[in-house]
């Protein structure tokens, strides 16, 4: 079904024109608009985001000329910035994970049934814990320790793996803090998830603490990574409300539900080109 599908995604500064000549580009190459999205921040020298789906007749044959057309169009005249994708290459995506599993095996399963469009060429822990489970699913599993004050060989282990292999990498609980060095050079965007208890509970046991604190909200939080810890650009966010009836163990329970949740959204739309990072922002179609 995704044969000769593409999607075009488009950001830059507002100005007239910029929506008629995005169709006029494609019609021009024989493509038929199936789905359109746009925003702006200020239609008066804003920022301008826009998502569109197309159908083109052998488009991997045409690829080139329509990328050709499109930069002439809207690199050169407009000043925009575009991704061109062909929707039937899935992106590969490596997960890194430490011992808990929840958010790891819903993304393994998710994508067995086809939920998510993506490959997985590999899972790599800093401990062995769920090396069976993952091999279940037929995916290489890598553990790579990482030692105290030893992080950058351990990092240097996950770039030879990952450079050139994957087109995402998604932290599904690693609890190891990731080096600005390692993002830069892994060159690929990088999602994380983390609880919605951040920065009022970090550390060691913040659901007890939460359940302390006498919390009524439980939450996550899908994020892209940046060297700020936690403070990159939010793709998606949920929450459930709770009461003091709930145990410390019942609050977290409910909580790796929301994770895994929230998680897969924001990887889902990833996946499928719906988020725009705009410097530590996002628009999501």
Aim: with cysteine.
């Amino acid at each position: 079904m995704n044969e000769d599908y593409g999607r075009l995604i488009v950001q830059g500064a507002d100005r007239p024109g910029i929506v008629s000549s995005v169709s006029t580009v494609l019609a021009e190459q024989g493509a038929n608009i199936v789905a359109l999205d746009q925003t702006s921040s200020d239609p008066s020298g804003g920022r301008f985001f826009q998502r569109t789906v197309f159908h083109l007749p052998d488009l991997s044959t045409r690829l080139a000329e329509l990328d050709h057309a499109l930069e002439q169009k809207l690199t050169d005249e407009f000043g925009l910035s575009y991704r061109l994708v062909e929707v039937k290459r899935h992106k590969r995506v490596a997960i890194l994970v430490s011992k808990a599993d929840h958010c790891l095996l819903d993304l393994l399963w998710r994508q067995r049934r086809g939920e998510l469009h993506m490959s997985i060429p590999m899972v790599i822990s800093n401990h062995p814990d769920l090396g069976d489970d993952v091999r279940q699913f037929g995916i290489p599993f890598f553990h790579v320790p990482v030692e105290k004050d030893k992080k950058a060989i351990a990092e240097k282990e996950h770039l030879n793996l990952l450079k050139g292999n994957v087109d995402l990498v998604v932290l599904a609980r690693y609890m190891q803090i990731v080096s600005g060095e390692f993002l830069d050079d892994v060159g690929v965007p990088v999602i994380n998830i983390h609880h919605s208890f951040l920065p009022a509970f970090m550390g060691a046991g913040p659901y007890q603490r939460a359940k302390e604190r006498g919390v009524k909200l439980v939450g996550a939080t899908a994020h892209y990574v940046t060297e700020d810890l936690d403070e990159g650009p939010i793709i998606e966010q949920d929450v459930i409300r709770v009461s003091h009836r709930e145990s410390a163990r019942e609050l977290q329970r409910k909580g790796a539900d929301v994770e895994r949740l929230v998680l897969s959204r924001a990887v889902a739309w990833h996946l499928d080109d719906r988020v725009i990072r705009d410097g530590n922002t996002t628009v999501v179609f």
